[in-house]
């Protein structure tokens, strides 16, 4: 399949890279000669040096066949061009921009079909607020992702030296806790598929499936204390603050934000009713002790400027916040933070290539972002009557050691399975695997599993 890209940033690079490596054909456009010269020696994709808004230049990558244009370039009025100039080209192509600007998302008639046509608009900081509210819902978590509208949930879970669950065997936790299932785990860097006489050793990861409603019951069982989430403290009203801001304004939680700029704190203090506007510098130790951030849940810093979110992360810890959440834009930085630290970070970038590829790839894989660059993925496929693991009890089912069934969904119903669930024709299913074992899944399954 044929995919066009604007942009070969951050965004554009990442997209490209996992495409490229499910050996999709793909074009990359960037006017950058050092962008240019960045994919050519690490990718193998086609790369153009030139506009994404030019018409001759669209041409020439062959957006005429392409069946996607996936405009990620960090200019919003260049992703909108493009894309209107390419469905002119090709009026079935499938077009996805990325969008920070929210006044073209509030423009819902100018994106629409009669307009641009958009069939996807991606905003990093609407999915860069969806992730932190997930994480303060889960406080132990460094990871929540959500499936099938946030039906099923992988919690990444990082296990402590004095949890209880050190030393036992997968199958001892998962017998008898209803709602709990581990898919993966990373231990030092590598990830794992985790089979029943597995033990579960200190600082391991473990990607747990569940429900919301057994979000609460998890956090107890991993963290012996349900801790209520009370305050919180935003550093950076920015798209990304303002917006997080206005979403727990009405909530029960103590909330605080904190910028430098007193034109911006002055508006935000007009439109909230119940946060606390502070009109200050985050990275000010004697303020942060002002504002009582030793009784802090969360510090939450996404100002734009990501050495500041970890100076005043690591400071806010220093003085007792319990967790930091950390905004991180290069995302080359991202495998670094974690082992100075940082509980969880978030990024525009990661949340943009994230919110794309899931895209593309809905109802067939669906690639798990904790998990990239580490070969391994979620795979989401209909139960055939032709397989082999239909209407057979699951602990007879011959599963590929490397791979794992992590919840079946029938109709309105999620099943975290067990050994004696039994799948049914039609029943969707979310499977976690190692590419490695993705011929033997597909001989199991009896079905293709194409990547787009």
């Known amino acids: ?200 050793k200190t600082d391991d990861l473990l990607y747990v499936v569940t429900t919301p409603d057994q979000l609460g019951s998890l956090f107890r069982k991993f963290y012996a204390q349900d801790r209520e989430l009370k305050r919180v403290c935003i550093v950076g009203a920015g798209a990304t603050g303002a917006s997080l801001a206005a979403a727990m304004d009405n909530s029960k939680v103590n909330v605080k934000i904190i910028d430098r700029d007193s034109a911006i704190c002055t508006t935000l203090a007009e439109n909230l009713e119940r946060v606390t506007v502070i009109n200050g510098d985050g990275t000010d130790g004697e303020l942060l002790r002002e504002e009582n951030i030793s009784e802090a849940d969360f510090i939450i810093a996404v100002t734009g400027d990501e050495e500041s979110n970890v100076l005043m992360s690591l400071l806010a810890k220093t003085l007792g916040a319990k967790r930091a959440i950390t905004r991180i834009n290069k995302l080359s930085y991202l495998p670094l933070v974690s082992a100075i630290g940082i509980d969880s970070v978030v990024s525009g970038r990661l949340s943009a290539v994230r919110a794309i590829l899931q895209y593309i790839r809905r109802g067939k894989v669906l690639s798990v972002a904790p998990l990239e660059g580490k070969h391994a993925q979620v795979i989401e496929a209909e139960a055939l009557r032709t397989s082999d693991i239909v209407n057979t009890p699951l602990s007879q089912v011959k599963f590929p050691r490397g791979a794992i069934l992590g919840a079946i969904i029938r109709q309105d119903n999620i099943i975290i399975p067990t050994g004696d669930s039994v799948v049914q024709e039609k029943d969707r299913l979310i499977v976690f695997a190692l590419d490695k074992v993705i011929a033997s899944l597909e001989k199991l399954l009896t079905v293709k599993l194409e990547y787009i």
């Not at 921009?97 to 991606?122: C, P, S």
Request: with cysteine; glycine share 8%; charged share 25%.
């Open 1 to 200: 399949m044929k995919i066009t890209i604007v942009g070969a940033g951050d965004v554009g690079f990442h997209i490209a890279k996992r495409l490229s490596d499910e050996n999709q054909d793909v074009v990359v456009i960037d006017k950058d000669p050092a962008k240019i010269a960045q994919i050519n020696e690490n990718l193998d994709v086609q790369a153009l040096l030139g506009s994404g808004t030019s018409p001759e230049m669209l041409k020439n990558s062959g957006v005429n066949n392409a069946r996607i244009l996936i405009a990620a370039t960090d200019s919003d009025e260049v992703n909108l061009i493009a894309c209107m100039i390419a469905r002119n080209l090709n009026p079935v192509i499938v077009k996805i921009a990325r969008l920070r600007n929210q006044e073209y998302l509030r423009e819902e008639k100018l994106l629409g079909k009669e307009m641009l046509g958009l069939d996807q608009v991606i905003n990093p900081e609407s999915a860069m607020v969806e992730t932190i509210l997930n994480l303060m819902n889960f406080p132990g978590a460094s990871e929540v992702i959500d499936f099938e509208g946030g039906r099923v949930k992988l919690i990444g879970v990082p296990i402590r030296k004095d949890s209880r669950f050190v030393g036992q065997q997968f199958r001892s936790i998962s017998k008898g806790e209803g709602g709990l299932l581990v898919g993966a785990i990373i231990r030092r860097n590598q990830v794992l598929i985790p089979h029943g006489k597995d033990h579960i």
